[in-house]
């Protein structure tokens, strides 16, 4: 794969694709991932989706410009509409989303089980994964990188023969990325602290503030001091 065709973000999620995958990429914009993947030869086939006019148009240009239509369906549809059985999709990318939007579609397509699924959510990674381990998912893997000063997260996530039992903290945080908790983690999770002490400081003045939100901050808050003070060991 040619680092110099993706941002980083998207080529963290090329480099978790198997070579070989049948990739449905969902939300694909310019296709920029399906055209990288398929040119370096780590995939023969893939489907784009776009449900936004322009974007899916972007796609299609940026398809024929390497004269991929073979092999890149580009196709225009609500997120996992756009897969037809006859595709034998086994890997669906999800990128630059909110996790949320990331689990409404997932909870709206058709999925098979089978698939693995490769997310890259902006924001929302824990409610994402909750859903996920709701629904019989594994998270086998998880990465983490700052871009452009915004940190990204990366969820791979596969039905496997035994779920872990998952902690709420390990949820929270990703157990992948608690159990590495690189630099790039800590430093993630302090800026998350300052605004979260930030949050509670301020639900501590209001009279209209619910005191199950006050109690979630502060579990919150002290997981996150807990592994920020770990960081080293």
């Not at 148009?57 to 890149?72: H, M, Y």
């Not at 999925?111 to 629904?135: C, D, F, M, S």
């Not at 990325?177 to 400081?201: G, M």
Request: charged fraction near 20%; charge should be neutral; aromatic fraction near 6%.
């Amino acid at each position: 794969m040619n680092a110099n065709e993706l941002s980083q973000r998207l080529q963290t999620v090329a480099e978790l694709v198997e070579p070989g995958a049948r990739v449905a990429d969902i939300g694909s914009d310019h296709a920029y991932l399906p055209v990288a993947l398929v040119r370096a030869g780590k995939i023969n086939f893939a489907v784009a989706g776009e449900v936004v006019t322009g974007p899916f148009e972007s796609a299609q240009r940026q398809v024929a410009k390497f004269g991929l239509q073979d092999q890149i369906a580009v196709r225009f549809g609500d997120g996992l509409a756009v897969i037809e059985p006859a595709d034998q999709i086994d890997t669906i990318t999800i990128c630059g989303m909110g996790g949320v939007l990331i689990r409404d579609i997932l909870q709206r397509g058709n999925l098979t089980g089978q698939e693995k699924l490769i997310l890259q959510p902006n924001v929302a990674e824990y409610q994402l994964r909750q859903w996920l381990v709701t629904r019989g998912y594994t998270l086998t893997a998880e990465r983490i990188i700052r871009e452009h000063h915004k940190t990204y997260e990366v969820i791979v996530a596969e039905k496997t023969p035994v779920q872990p039992d998952y902690s709420a903290k390990e949820l929270y945080f990703g157990p992948h990325l608690l159990q590495a908790r690189d630099p790039i983690f800590i430093k993630k999770w302090q800026h998350q602290l300052t605004k979260q002490v930030a949050i509670l400081a301020s639900l501590e003045k209001s009279t209209h503030a619910v005191e199950s939100k006050k109690v979630q901050l502060q579990q919150e808050i002290s997981w996150i001091k807990e592994v920020i003070a770990h960081a080293g060991n």
